[in-house]
């Protein structure tokens, strides 16, 4: 079926976006410590609604069942029928190592072009582009015609069952469509590995270390499937933007002394996995592997995590919009993230996981991942997004907000199925 000619927004917002305040703004929620775990996401509600109500949105806090905020806002009048787009942001970061750090990673600095401090890229940058991006709308005259949402959400750090998961259980999640501004160094991704993760218990037979011959130890068996398992190919049928599955043998735990065969092991793993797998259908991999590998080795398999790979389908309309409302920077981004670009449509696809896959695979909501700054900076220390790619990133954030209305309208309605949310066809 022939697709609509791309939607072309109106760059006319970009002289409305401030590089002092994006950077001001991603500054002061770098300020606020909320670290996950323990998740103390509550302490940046009151800077959120500050925030967010400055520029005119009504907010609400959403709290989960383990007490764990988040904040919802609108701009907008929430009317039937009106076009609603969705940013979803978390708040929450990871933990630091401070002595790693050349700067206190909660008191935030511009150096060399970069804001560094915990969260910059991932992804307090990224809210700081979207809230830029209304901004500049507002100051350019051009109130958007769409309901424009932002969630800020807890707990996407260690799996989102407190932040986005729990307000898709509430039924608090009603978009059209959503940007989830996640570090992807200015590129649209749409789609993303998920993670399956497991301890495998080995056993042996202890005896005394002098004879090892004479036991069977756990460590050895477990170095086998260790062997077996990291870096195996799981299967012949690579995803276009995500390559094919990994497996990681993480963790190793095993023996009692020195001078003992070691009697028990065991091994944290963690499989990457692709969209449409199943959690059945990767513990059944793990399994054939090491049996294939190491029949004679006693074992057992114990899942810890399933995190769904997702993925928006291509040809999408709303990739492509979003697409084109990227302004092409002159250099390119400082660095690239950890991805798979796709050679003709120039999306791309990551090899972590996000709150998108909520969106996606629960509420057919077309979601694609676009923000400032790279991967390759999110998590370790003197954690950092340039203030370049926080510029650019807002004005695509401005297009996009000025724009949606007018996509949604001159939207291919014959081209894709209807979201599952509001039953229009994007």
């Known amino acids: 079926m022939a697709s609509a000619s791309p939607h072309t927004p109106d760059s006319a917002v970009d002289a409305f976006v401030r590089v002092d305040r994006v950077t001001r703004t991603a500054a002061d929620l770098?300020?606020?410590?909320?670290?996950?775990?323990?998740?103390?996401?509550?302490?940046?509600?009151?800077?959120?609604?500050?925030?967010?109500?400055?520029?005119?949105?009504?907010?609400?806090?959403?709290?989960?069942?383990?007490?764990?905020?988040?904040?919802?806002?609108?701009?907008?009048?929430?009317?039937?029928?009106?076009?609603?787009?969705?940013?979803?942001?978390?708040?929450?970061?990871?933990?630091?190592?401070?002595?790693?750090?050349?700067?206190?990673?909660?008191?935030?600095?511009?150096?060399?072009?970069?804001?560094?401090?915990?969260?910059?890229?991932d992804m307090k940058g990224g809210i700081a582009a979207a809230v830029e991006g209304l901004r500049a709308c507002l100051d350019a005259g051009l109130a958007p015609d769409a309901d424009i949402v932002f969630h800020l959400v807890a707990d996407e750090e260690t799996g989102g069952a407190h932040g986005t998961a729990a307000l898709v259980d509430a039924g608090l999640v009603r978009a059209d469509a959503c940007i989830v501004p996640e570090p992807t160094g200015l590129r649209v991704a749409v789609a993303e590995r998920g993670s399956w993760q497991?301890?495998?218990?080995?056993?042996?037979?202890?005896?005394?270390?002098?004879?090892?011959?004479?036991?069977?130890?756990?460590?050895?068996?477990?170095?086998?499937?260790?062997?077996?398992?990291h870096l195996a190919?799981?299967?012949?049928?690579?995803?276009?933007?995500?390559?094919?599955?990994?497996?990681?043998?993480?963790?190793?735990?095993?023996?009692?002394?020195?001078?003992?065969?070691?009697?028990?092991?065991?091994?944290?793993?963690?499989?990457?996995?692709?969209?449409?797998?199943?959690?059945?259908?990767?513990?059944?991999?793990?399994?054939?592997?090491?049996?294939?590998?190491?029949?004679?080795?006693?074992?057992?398999?114990?899942?810890?995590?399933?995190c769904e790979a997702s993925e928006l389908?291509?040809?999408?309309?709303?990739?492509?919009?979003?697409d084109t409302c990227r302004p092409r920077p002159r250099t390119r981004s400082h660095s690239r993230?950890?991805?798979?670009?796709?050679?003709?449509?120039?999306?791309?696809?990551?090899?972590?996981?996000s709150d998108a896959r909520f969106l996606r695979n629960r509420l057919g909501i077309p979601t694609v991942v676009y923000g400032p700054g790279s991967i390759e900076q999110a998590h370790g220390a003197d954690e950092w997004v340039g203030i370049g790619d926080l510029t650019l990133a807002a004005r695509t954030f401005a297009r996009a907000i000025a724009g949606f209305a007018d996509f949604v309208a001159q939207a291919d309605t014959?081209?894709?199925?209807?979201?599952?949310?509001?039953?229009?066809?994007?």
């Not at 798979?340 to 791309?348: C, H, N, S, T």
């Open 30 to 121: 770098v300020r606020v410590d909320t670290r996950n775990p323990p998740g103390r996401e509550a302490a940046a509600v009151p800077a959120l609604l500050d925030l967010m109500g400055a520029i005119g949105c009504a907010g609400e806090v959403f709290t989960s069942i383990g007490g764990r905020p988040s904040v919802l806002a609108r701009y907008g009048t929430g009317a039937p029928g009106r076009p609603t787009l969705l940013i979803n942001g978390h708040v929450d970061v990871v933990p630091v190592v401070e002595a790693d750090w050349t700067t206190p990673p909660f008191d935030p600095v511009v150096r060399g072009g970069r804001l560094i401090g915990r969260g910059a890229a």
């Open 233 to 306: 190919r799981f299967h012949d049928r690579p995803h276009p933007l995500l390559g094919s599955p990994t497996c990681n043998v993480a963790m190793v735990r095993g023996g009692v002394a020195a001078n003992v065969i070691a009697p028990a092991c065991e091994l944290t793993i963690d499989r990457r996995t692709l969209p449409g797998e199943r959690a059945d259908d990767v513990y059944a991999s793990i399994v054939r592997t090491i049996d294939a590998r190491c029949p004679d080795v006693d074992y057992r398999v114990l899942p810890t995590f399933f």
């Open 337 to 353: 993230p950890r991805s798979r670009a796709a050679q003709d449509e120039g999306f791309i696809g990551l090899s972590l996981g």
């Open 198 to 229: 497991a301890r495998i218990e080995v056993f042996g037979t202890a005896g005394h270390g002098g004879e090892p011959a004479l036991g069977r130890s756990a460590v050895a068996d477990a170095a086998r499937i260790t062997t077996a398992l």
């Open 414 to 426: 014959g081209r894709v199925s209807p979201s599952r949310q509001t039953g229009r066809q994007l």
């Open 313 to 322: 389908p291509l040809p999408h309309p709303f990739a492509d919009f979003v």
